[in-house]
C-alpha cells in the first residue's frame, strides 16, 4: 500500500495572479511504489517568457536526473539534480542569446515516511507544520534576511525594513553560470512525525503572514491536500493585493495511514503465523490420534464428588487433636463407683434435688454447729420413744403407716465430673 496517495496526500496547483504570464513550474511524483515522494517548485524571473521557460526547464532538468542517477544518497542525488537543472538553463541561454538574464529560484523536497531531505536555491520557501506550529525550514536566500538583521542591530527602523526597495532582491539563484553561490542542502534529514505538513511554495504565498498560513493548515489536517492547495489559494486572492506574484503552493501530509499500514502488514503477518502453528498444532494432534486410536476413544475420568460427610472426616483428620500426644489423648474422664450416704463424710454428702449448692453449704454448717448438743436430743428421743410405744400398745384401734425411708432421696450416685444425676 503506497504512503503517498495524489490528491489525499499530496497535492499543487498555482494562481497567475495580477501577472501577465504564469513564471512558477512545479512538479510532484511518487516512486518505489508510492513510498517515496519527490517534490519540486521553480518560481521564473527574466520577464515576457523567459521566466516560463526558465522555471519548466529547470524542473524538468531536475526530476530527470534525479529519477536516473545511480547514487544511493538522497543529498548526492539532490545536489547532482539542481547542478543538472542549472546546465540545461546555460545550455538554452547559450542557444537563444536574447534571453540572456533568465533564470529561477528552485526548492526540492524528498519524502519517505520518516525523513525529508531538501535542497533549494533563492527565496521559494519551505514550511513545516508540527504541532499546529509553523517553522520555515530552509534559508531564505533574498536580502530579506540581511535587513532583518540591521533591524535587530538598530541600523534601520520597522518601517524602513519593511518598504525596503531590496527586500526581494536575490542573492543567489539559478541562472545557468555554473554552481549557485548560496544553496541550503543539510547532509541530515529531518525526522518526520505522524500528522505532520510540508508545505512548498513560491514567495507569493507570502502576501499572507506566517500566522494566517498557520491558520489554514491547521483548519486543514483532517481534509485532503488537494482541499487545503485550494484554500490557501483563495486566502491569498481574498487579500487582493495589488501587483499580485505567481503563487503555487504544494502540500504534503505526512498522514497516519502512511504509518498504519506498515502496522497492518505486521499485524498481518502475526495473524499469519499463528494460523499456521494452529494448524500445524491441530495436524499434529490428528496424526497422534491416528497412530493411536485409543488417545480420543479414552474416557475422560469423572469428577470425584465429595459428600459433607467426607469433607466433616477430612476436617476432623487435619485437625490438630490429631496432633495431640498419646497420653493426652488416652486421658479419659474414669467414672466413679457408687457410693452410698453412709460411706460420705458430712462435708462429702451430696445436695438434695432441686437445691444450689448454696443450701447444702448452709445444711453442713448447721450440722457442724449443733453437734455439740447431738447427746442430749438422742436421750430425748429415746424417752420419747418409750413413750409412744406405751402409747400405741394402750390404743391398738388407731394405727399409722409406717413410714419407709426413700433410698433414692438420701443415695446418690457420681457420675463423670462429679456431675449428679436427676
Known amino acids: 500500500m503506497p504512503i503517498f496517495i495524489e490528491g489525499q496526500d499530496f497535492a499543487g496547483h498555482e494562481?497567475?495572479?495580477?501577472?501577465?504570464?504564469?513564471?512558477?513550474?512545479?512538479?510532484?511524483?511518487?516512486?518505489?511504489?508510492g513510498n517515496e515522494l519527490l517534490a519540486v517548485l521553480a518560481d521564473g524571473m527574466g520577464g515576457h517568457e523567459a521566466g516560463e521557460v526558465a522555471s519548466r526547464l529547470a524542473v524538468e532538468s531536475f526530476v530527470e536526473c534525479f529519477k536516473t542517477h545511480p547514487a544511493g544518497s538522497i543529498p548526492v542525488r539532490l545536489g547532482a539534480?539542481?547542478?543538472?537543472?542549472?546546465?540545461?538553463?546555460?545550455?538554452?541561454i547559450r542557444r537563444y542569446p536574447e534571453v540572456h538574464g533568465m533564470g529561477c529560484t528552485l526548492v526540492a523536497a524528498h519524502l519517505t515516511s520518516q525523513h525529508l531531505h531538501w535542497i533549494s536555491v533563492g527565496d521559494s520557501p519551505l514550511f513545516l507544520l508540527r504541532s499546529k506550529k509553523l517553522k520555515q525550514v530552509n534559508e531564505d536566500h533574498s536580502m530579506a534576511p540581511e535587513i532583518?538583521?540591521?533591524?535587530?542591530?538598530?541600523?534601520?527602523?520597522?518601517?524602513?525594513?519593511?518598504?525596503?526597495?531590496?527586500?526581494?532582491?536575490?542573492?543567489s539563484a539559478l541562472l545557468g553560470t555554473g554552481t549557485p553561490p548560496l544553496i541550503d542542502s543539510p547532509a541530515r534529514p529531518l525526522d518526520l512525525k505522524d500528522g505532520d505538513t510540508i508545505l512548498l511554495a513560491s514567495d507569493g504565498v507570502q502576501t499572507l503572514t506566517d500566522t494566517e498560513i498557520e491558520r489554514v493548515l491547521c483548519s486543514g489536517a483532517d481534509q485532503h491536500a488537494s482541499m487545503v492547495v485550494q484554500t490557501l489559494l483563495r486566502a491569498v486572492e481574498h487579500k487582493l493585493k495589488r501587483?499580485?506574484?505567481?503563487?503555487?503552493?504544494?502540500?504534503?501530509?505526512v498522514t497516519n495511514h502512511a504509518r498504519s499500514s506498515s502496522k497492518i502488514r505486521?499485524?498481518?503477518?502475526?495473524?499469519?503465523?499463528?494460523?499456521?502453528?494452529?494448524?500445524?498444532?491441530?495436524?499434529?494432534?490428528?496424526?497422534?490420534?491416528?497412530?493411536?486410536?485409543?488417545?480420543l476413544a479414552s474416557p475422560m475420568p469423572a469428577p470425584v464428588e465429595i459428600s459433607?460427610?467426607?469433607?466433616?472426616?477430612?476436617?476432623?483428620?487435619?485437625?490438630?487433636?490429631?496432633?495431640?500426644?498419646?497420653?493426652?489423648?488416652?486421658?479419659?474422664?474414669k467414672v466413679t463407683e457408687t457410693l452410698k450416704p453412709e460411706d460420705l463424710g458430712d462435708n462429702q454428702?451430696?445436695?438434695?434435688?432441686?437445691?444450689?449448692?448454696?443450701?447444702?453449704?448452709?445444711?453442713?454448717?448447721?450440722?457442724?454447729?449443733?453437734?455439740?448438743?447431738?447427746?442430749?436430743?438422742?436421750?430425748?428421743?429415746?424417752?420419747?420413744?418409750?413413750?409412744?410405744?406405751?402409747?400405741?400398745?394402750?390404743?391398738?384401734?388407731?394405727?399409722?403407716p409406717s413410714v419407709r425411708p426413700n433410698p433414692t432421696s438420701t443415695s446418690k450416685i457420681l457420675r463423670r465430673g462429679g456431675e449428679t444425676p436427676e
Open 15 to 33: 494562481i497567475i495572479g495580477a501577472r501577465k504570464q504564469q513564471e512558477d513550474f512545479n512538479a510532484i511524483l511518487s516512486f518505489n511504489e
Open 81 to 92: 539534480a539542481l547542478q543538472a537543472a542549472d546546465n540545461a538553463l546555460g545550455d538554452y
Open 148 to 171: 532583518q538583521k540591521s533591524l535587530k542591530a538598530g541600523k534601520i527602523t520597522p518601517e524602513e525594513a519593511l518598504n525596503h526597495p531590496h527586500r526581494n532582491a536575490l542573492r
Open 243 to 253: 501587483n499580485q506574484d505567481n503563487t503555487t503552493v504544494q502540500i504534503i501530509h
Open 266 to 295: 505486521k499485524f498481518s503477518l502475526v495473524f499469519l503465523m499463528t494460523l499456521i502453528t494452529s494448524a500445524l498444532v491441530m495436524g499434529a494432534y490428528i496424526f497422534a490420534s491416528r497412530r493411536s486410536p485409543d488417545l
Open 308 to 333: 459433607p460427610d467426607d469433607r466433616i472426616e477430612d476436617t476432623q483428620k487435619k485437625s490438630p487433636k490429631a496432633d495431640l500426644p498419646s497420653e493426652v489423648e488416652n486421658a479419659k474422664p
Open 349 to 400: 454428702k451430696p445436695a438434695s434435688d432441686g437445691k444450689s449448692q448454696k443450701d447444702s453449704d448452709l445444711k453442713a454448717s448447721t450440722k457442724t454447729d449443733s453437734a455439740a448438743g447431738a447427746p442430749s436430743k438422742a436421750k430425748k428421743e429415746e424417752k420419747l420413744t418409750e413413750k409412744e410405744k406405751a402409747t400405741s400398745s394402750s390404743s391398738p384401734s388407731r394405727t399409722e
